[in-house]
């Protein structure tokens, strides 16, 4: 594959833009400056710089995000930062055929909830995760106002009816972790579901965080705001739907 066509595909800008950073000499691979835009390299996990700043090639891209209070999970927020923000600029405009460029998040968080999203530019993958069908679990960590009991549990996990949504919706696994806090299993997402949940059984969420999807967990050492790739193997941990 070209270089230019490499870095293109990368999200490194219009092929013009990747032409010129080419000749203009600000992309090396292995350590040396390649300055022939047509010099063809194998892509597969090519790792090269653009002005100095590391990249290693992915065909497709699969990423986890520690997300911070304080961000929205959409491409044009109202009020708040995008998450977007908190990814490169080659993660956010990679071309996507016949669709929006960049990396999309699967699954929204809201503003205030903190934690583990997984974000992809593959279609199919995208579409798998999201879909109710699929009923990948989600573990949320939950903060409560008011404190949590015996009878709350038991309803979460029975089934409860959202206001306006007549069917009930019920937990597949709810843990007492504290005088104010559980941990809640959820195989679907509807809109502010935890929140709605807790409200449904007399009680207001303070906290909430996701920890969990499928079997992958929020890595410790992936700090608020940092992203990082998702290897082939956490690939699959996010969307197997044992619980
Ligand atoms: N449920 C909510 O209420 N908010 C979230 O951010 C995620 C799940």
């Not at 497709?60 to 708040?80: F, M, R």
């Not at 977007?84 to 699967?106: C, D, E, M, W």
């Not at 410790?220 to 969307?239: I, K, P, T, V, Y």
Request: one cysteine or more; proline letters at 7%.
């Amino acid at each position: 594959m070209q270089l230019q066509e490499i870095l293109y595909s990368q999200g490194f800008g219009p092929r013009r833009v990747c032409l010129g950073l080419v000749e203009h000499g600000l992309v090396s691979v292995a350590g040396s400056r390649v300055d022939d835009p047509f010099a063809e390299f194998d892509p597969d996990e090519l790792a090269f710089t653009v002005e100095g700043k590391p990249w290693t090639y992915h065909a497709k891209a699969y990423v986890i995000l520690h997300k911070p209070a304080g961000y929205e999970t959409s491409q044009k927020p109202s009020a708040w930062p995008s998450i977007y923000t908190l990814l490169p600029a080659p993660l956010r405009q990679r071309p996507n055929k016949g669709s929006t460029p960049g990396v999309q998040a699967i699954g929204r968080l809201d503003q205030d909830t903190t934690g583990l999203l997984v974000l992809s530019d593959d279609g199919v993958f995208i579409h798998r995760m999201s879909s109710p069908k699929h009923h990948v679990p989600k573990e949320y960590q939950v903060e409560t106002a008011d404190p949590v009991d015996e009878r709350q549990v038991r309803r979460l996990l029975e089934g409860v009816v959202l206001v306006d949504d007549p069917k009930p919706v019920r937990a597949a696994a709810c843990v007492q972790t504290g005088s104010h806090s559980l941990a809640l299993t959820l195989t679907e997402g509807k809109y502010h579901q935890v929140k709605r949940m807790l409200a449904a059984v007399g009680n207001r969420v303070t906290g909430l965080h996701r920890s969990r999807i499928g079997r992958l967990e929020l890595p410790r050492e992936l700090r608020q705001g940092e992203w990082r790739w998702l290897s082939a193997d956490e690939l699959g941990m996010a969307a197997d739907r044992g619980k």
